[in-house]
T-cell receptor
């Protein structure tokens, strides 16, 4: 059973607001990831981290930023939300070796009006 | 750039029939391949992970095969049940991606009672 949590599960906000999507895992995993998924489409990696103070941009360009101050916590921030940011955001983690399964959180469905 | 394709995009079968889901990838230099299940509005649950050196993996009614040279994987679900209704995604990890996965768009499965 994977222990990876995301809050909020659903968020509806107005344009221009600053938001932070939370992701936490209690498995002590070093590697964490943020994916963006539109309905019926594949997941796209937007950010990843290999450990504390390590963050990298993913394959899909995103206006969001991330931080990794603690191993268990990997929040994603949008400074000024726009309707184009409406999507589902999924957080994942893995232990760190190449053979490991990637575990996913339940996701945050973001709607920007 | 690795591309992952899943055909068909949607599939409907009566309960009891076996399910066959296909996944193809363009670059055979993969580290492993994972099959995930995603329920509507939820995160992903890992079903099976096949290492590049393996030909297949089994878990209960699920069996996944991997043919690296032809760039194909197939997920078989025996004796389908309505509870198997979900979207099934495959994802490949390249040899130098340190845990980054490339996803297909998924196959949406409906099992009718």
């Amino acid at each position: 059973e994977a222990d990876i949590y995301q809050t909020p599960r659903y968020l509806v906000i107005g344009t221009g607001k600053k938001i932070t999507l939370e992701c936490s895992q209690t498995m002590g995993h070093d590697k964490m990831y943020w994916y963006q998924q539109d309905p019926g489409m594949e997941l796209h990696l937007i950010h990843y981290s290999y450990g504390v103070n390590s963050t990298e941009k993913g394959d899909l360009s995103s206006e969001s930023t991330v931080s990794r101050i603690r191993t268990e916590h990997f929040p994603l921030t949008l400074e000024s939300a726009r309707p184009s940011h409406t999507s589902q955001y999924l957080c994942a983690s893995t232990k760190g070796t190449g053979t490991d399964t990637q575990y996913f959180g339940p996701g945050t469905r973001l709607t920007v009006l | 750039k690795q591309e992952v394709t899943q055909i068909p995009a949607a599939l409907s079968v009566p309960e009891g029939e076996n399910l066959v889901l296909n996944c193809s990838f363009t670059d055979s230099a993969i580290y492993n391949l994972q099959w995930f299940r995603q329920d509507p509005g939820k995160g992903l649950t890992s079903l099976l992970l096949i290492q590049s050196s393996q030909r297949e993996q089994t878990s209960g009614r699920l069996n996944a095969s991997l043919d690296k040279s032809s760039g194909r994987s197939t997920l078989y679900i025996a004796a389908s049940q309505p509870g198997d209704s979900a979207t099934y995604l495959c994802a490949v990890k390249g040899p130098d991606s340190w845990g980054k996965l490339q996803f297909g768009a998924g196959t949406q499965v409906v099992v009718t009672p």
